[in-house]
């Protein structure tokens, strides 16, 4: 049985940082998506999607992160907040009971878990180019470079449907979902076809966001373990 704290850290990691540790991998059983091979390209759908990205120099809200496996049936529920900053900057909380905090920059990527005490701190591997985060704090002026992207608009809602050109992608698919231009909702599916959405609430775009937003607040005594 799937721990807890492993479904946290996969989520948040799979999501945004693009690193999952060797670890984790093993536990969570995840297998890298392939690439659909009929899809098709729609240039148009991309850069709709590139300009509407590209207007967010920062992005904060709050989260309610839902998984369900490939049979429909709940994972797990868990809430947070998310910053983001271009170039290259990524902070993700998830709130108790299972409390943990993540952190990216261009380089690195931190995981603190307080229950633990710990700090594990990774590089980031060549995948992280082509992971959901960079949607939200990377360079996306090529976005159709990494993804086959496509769109709908229903009853006021835009839908982009983003897969993977590459191989070694850590997902099979990712949907994002704007309201007035807001972004509300993003929908992951995994290789084995566990899903992972996140709805987000009190989004606020392009406010001033300094280096120290993105820092952890780290207790005396806090192991720091650096892989």
Request: no cysteine.
């Amino acid at each position: 049985m799937r721990h807890p704290r492993f479904s946290v850290l996969l989520a948040s990691l799979l999501f945004f940082v693009g690193v999952i540790p060797v670890q984790v991998m093993a536990e969570s059983e995840v297998s890298m998506a392939k690439p659909d091979s009929s899809a098709e390209a729609n240039p148009a759908a991309a850069d709709q999607l590139s300009h509407k990205l590209s207007r967010l120099e920062t992005f904060s809200a709050d989260f309610v992160q839902f998984i369900v496996d490939k049979a429909g049936a709940a994972v797990q529920q868990t809430s947070g907040r998310l910053k983001a900053k271009r170039p290259g900057r990524f902070y993700w909380y998830t709130a108790p009971p299972l409390e943990q905090f993540v952190k990216s920059d261009d380089e690195e990527v931190w995981v603190y878990d307080p229950d633990l005490e710990q700090v594990t701190v990774h590089k980031k591997d060549a995948n992280a180019s082509t992971t959901p985060s960079v949607l939200l704090s990377g360079d996306i002026a090529k976005l159709d470079a990494s993804y086959l992207v496509d769109y709908v608009r229903s009853d006021g809602v835009e839908t982009f449907m983003l897969k993977p050109k590459g191989e070694d992608s850590l997902f099979e698919s990712l949907k994002l979902r704007f309201v007035d231009d807001v972004l509300v909702e993003m929908r992951l599916t995994d290789g084995l076809g566990q899903k992972t959405t996140l709805s987000f609430s009190n989004v606020v775009t392009n406010k001033a966001l300094t280096d120290a937003d993105f820092e952890l607040n780290l207790p005396e005594g806090v192991d720091i373990i650096r892989e």
